[in-house]
């Protein structure tokens, strides 16, 4: 099973997500703004580096 990353601001609360590409979620709020995104399987889409990187 894919490992999944998602980045939301805390206590947002999502009404819609649709998939914008395989395997990457947009979150939307009431009003219509992306309020969080998922990307699954993060680990097989970009490097390690770049996942340290943002850890930072």
Not at 15 to 23: H, L, Q, S, W
Not at 43 to 48: F, I, K, P
């Amino acid at each position: 099973m894919p490992t999944p990353c998602s980045f939301a601001p805390e206590g947002a609360t999502t009404v819609e997500t649709a998939e914008i590409a395989p395997g990457i979620m947009f979150d939307y709020d009431a009003a219509g703004k992306v309020i969080g995104i998922e990307v699954l399987d993060v680990g097989s889409r970009v490097t390690q580096n770049a996942l340290s990187i943002a850890a930072e």
